[in-house]
T-cell receptor, first 112, second 116 residues
Framework: GESVGLHLPTLSVQEGDNSIINCAYS??????FIWYKQESGKGPQFIID?????DKRQGQRVTVLLNKTVKHLSLQIAATQPGDSAVYFC???????????FGKGTRLSVIA | GAVVSQHPSWVICKSGTSVKIECRSL??????MFWYRQFPKQSLMLMAT?????????EQGVEKDKFLINHASLTLSTLTVTSAHPEDSSFYIC????????????FGNGTRLTVT
């Protein structure tokens, strides 16, 4: 996805609802994708990753879906909690050894 | 899990001075570290790739003489912002990969640089 954005899209959800954060990536050669969570004033925190030979991967309360046909990645958070409020970035790389390229990011705001 | 430590967490300096930021991998060896820069409400932009024992690789538009990178050991990379100007004020974040290619990058907690 594009690595520069002037404004972060914002997603507001009610506590307890499920959240879906989307990301479009641009490099069809990318084969490894990661979702990061970034809280204010901190570095990105790894959430979940997926390789291009998979289309779905589940973690604890999170699921990542990969659609290579349309170059789309999504992060689903189940039963969203106030602590999930942060900016979420998708990142892509090729063969794992090249630098990560970050998407624009989405700010998730959880309404208690 | 893999831990990356960055120091200092914030620094304020005057225009024209130089600032050094350290990035350490605490429980693993990192032959490659990456330096990113992040402006408010924007994504992370890769500045350079730091390779242990060799010269860093800079991204297009990043001045190598202004942002000096040294990766002298497998656990430490430093970024020095030379002759800092107010426009260099930003959030600088380092990262390292714990393990072989395909492992996720782990990030430090960033350094907030303010140049007055």
């Amino acid at each position: 996805g594009e690595s520069v954005g002037l404004h972060l899209p914002t997603l507001s959800v009610q506590e307890g609802d499920n959240s879906i954060i989307n990301c479009a990536y641009s490099n069809s050669a990318s084969d490894y994708f990661i979702w990061y969570k970034q809280e204010s004033g901190k570095g990105p925190q790894f959430i979940i990753d997926i390789r291009s030979n998979m289309d779905k991967r589940q973690g604890q309360r999170v699921t990542v879906l990969l659609n290579k046909t349309v170059k789309h990645l999504s992060l689903q958070i189940a039963a969203t909690q106030p602590g999930d409020s942060a900016v979420y970035f998708c990142a892509e790389t090729h063969s794992g050894n090249t630098p990560l390229v970050f998407g624009k990011g989405t700010r998730l705001s959880v309404i208690a | 899990g893999a831990v990356v430590s960055q120091h200092p967490s914030w620094v304020i300096c005057k225009s024209g001075t130089s600032v050094k930021i350290e990035c350490r991998s605490l429980d693993f060896q990192a032959t490659t570290m990456f330096w990113y820069r992040q402006f408010p409400k924007q994504s992370l932009m890769l500045m350079a790739t730091s390779n242990e024992g060799s010269k860093a690789t800079y991204e297009q538009g990043v001045e190598k003489d202004k942002f000096l990178i040294n990766h002298a050991s497998l656990t430490l990379s430093t970024l020095t912002v030379t002759s800092a100007h107010p426009e260099d004020s930003s959030f600088y974040i380092c990262s390292a990969r714990g393990g072989t290619g395909g492992s996720p990058l782990h990030f430090g907690n960033g350094t907030r640089l303010t140049v007055t």
